[in-house]
């Protein structure tokens, strides 16, 4: 790829826009409309090597290449008349009855829209049709295996990056979203084909995993990188961990096309956020990436004020045509314009809240050891694929996602349920003597956090009605009984 030339494919689904989670909750589909409004105004939609597409919906059975088959026939049966009845108010998928994942009308839709578009640019990116992909309606982070999580039902990520490894032998996901992205990093766990690397908010904050500990298992050990951040963290002391960390991921991790998760509740002012980035500090890490000359897929996330979500994915769809330098501050006019008040510019601007990840050099801390990671990775062992062909055999059972001959669904299931790690106190970091663990050793997933509140989600009792009194006739011996007691 050129530094001057790019050719962008841009998946938009008209009907995306078109669903809502409801009247209260922060998460809109209607940003990625919004968002696309805008980019459309600012011309980018015929700019040059731009082409934009509408993906094909994802199938059941795309889906279920990493989602269970309950999971996915349920999403497909769920509405929000059933919802009680199918997930047992809410114990069940975790959908419905939880603030969180509520069974809204046309969720599986609205899911395979979402999927749809992340496949089709990996698929766009494999074939060499395209240098980078976007889809603002992908990049749902922590939605498992088997349940909704955080907003997020389906991971499009994890069936974006499957699709990427049947042609690539080495994966790097990047999420730079508020949030850890936990699903995607308990998907890719134990294996050395993807490199997962978060820059999230740590803390008394969903989904309160992504600790400097959790490195990775098996395979895996040191494929997996986190930066945990505190709160209003500013654009210069983020670029200051992320260009050294990915630089030297880049370098030793050698992967053959990145995602990058963008979700825009790391901007400041957001809702659920806490983090003081501005609009360009954001959009410094697309345009990072774009400079490693390496096959590159942008996806959505989160971002709950969408004034600023439009605005940010507007202008790093421009850094991705490598025209940021020509988009005019002043926004154009849209029908939407007036949400975009009362300054009607393309810009987040920070805040003066204070930087706690510079308090007693806490920042230098988390870079370092993020960086000593990779050095012992670099030293310890190279990536084993680039000696061996990409396998034939099932992805899933390949990267342990699905059951073999010699291990039934159940165990599976079991097993990776405990890569969720939800704690609050994860082990110490690892030293050298966790070489000599038993790898099958996970520490016990903790209850579900809710992004809303950041608290666990309580767990649900059924309580049934007490029995009715038994009536009895006057000469029943029990009713004499109880007139001797009550006398």
Request: charged letters at 25%; aromatic letters at 10%; proline letters at 7%.
């Amino acid at each position: 790829m050129s530094e001057s030339k790019r050719r962008v494919s841009y998946y938009y689904d008209p009907d995306v826009g078109g669903y809502t989670y409801g009247q209260t909750h922060p998460m809109k589909p209607h940003r990625v409309r919004v968002t696309h409004e805008l980019v459309g105004a600012y011309g980018m939609l015929e700019a040059p090597g731009m082409t934009v597409l509408r993906a094909p919906r994802a199938t059941p059975e795309e889906l279920t290449a990493f989602h269970t088959d309950d999971y996915i026939d349920f999403l497909a049966r769920v509405t929000p008349e059933t919802s009680d009845q199918l997930t047992h108010q809410g114990q069940v998928f975790l959908v419905g009855d939880v603030p969180d994942n509520p069974a809204f009308e046309g969720v599986f839709e609205y899911c395979t829209i979402s999927a749809g578009g992340s496949l089709a640019a990996a698929r766009r990116l494999t074939s060499g049709a395209a240098d980078i992909a976007i889809n603002w309606a992908g990049g749902l982070h922590h939605a498992k295996r088997g349940q909704a999580a955080g907003f997020c039902y389906i991971n499009d990520i994890v069936l974006c990056i499957l699709e990427l490894l049947r042609t690539h032998p080495r994966v790097l996901y990047i999420d730079i979203d508020i949030h850890h992205g936990d699903g995607v990093e308990e998907a890719f766990y134990t294996t050395d084909r993807v490199m997962t690397c978060s820059f999230h908010k740590f803390g008394d904050f969903f989904p309160g995993t992504g600790t400097q500990a959790d490195r990775g298992r098996g395979r895996g050990r040191g494929f997996a990188v986190n930066v945990p951040l505190d709160d209003g963290i500013t654009d210069e002391a983020y670029a200051s961990v992320f260009e050294p960390v990915i630089g030297r991921i880049m370098e030793v991790f050698r992967p053959g096309a990145v995602v990058l998760q963008c979700g825009a509740d790391s901007l400041a002012g957001d809702k659920l956020g806490g983090f003081n980035l501005s609009l360009s500090g954001h959009a410094a890490c697309v345009q990072f990436l774009r400079k490693q000359h390496v096959p590159l897929i942008l996806l959505g996330g989160g971002g709950y004020t969408v004034k600023n979500v439009a605005r940010a994915w507007t202008y790093e769809t421009a850094c991705a045509l490598g025209v940021e330098d020509t988009v005019p501050v002043d926004l154009p006019y849209t029908e939407h314009f007036e949400w975009f008040g009362p300054r009607y510019r393309l810009e987040v601007m920070p805040s003066n809240m204070v930087d706690a990840n510079l308090r007693e050099g806490k920042l230098a801390r988390v870079r370092e050891r993020a960086l000593a990671q990779l050095a012992e990775l670099a030293t310890r062992c190279a990536p084993s694929v680039p000696m061996a062909d990409i396998p034939h055999e099932s992805l899933g059972v390949h990267l342990g996602l699905f059951a073999d001959e010699e291990h039934g669904m159940d165990a599976l299931d079991e097993r990776v349920a405990q890569h969720a790690r939800y704690v609050y106190d994860l082990q110490e970091p690892s030293s050298d003597e966790d070489e000599d663990e038993d790898e099958d050793e996970y520490p016990e997933p903790r209850r579900q956090m809710s992004i809303l509140t950041n608290r666990p989600i309580p767990e649900k009792r059924t309580f049934f009605p007490p029995p009715r009194p038994v009536e009895m006739a006057p000469w029943d011996p029990r009713r004499i009984l109880q007139m001797k007691s009550i006398v």
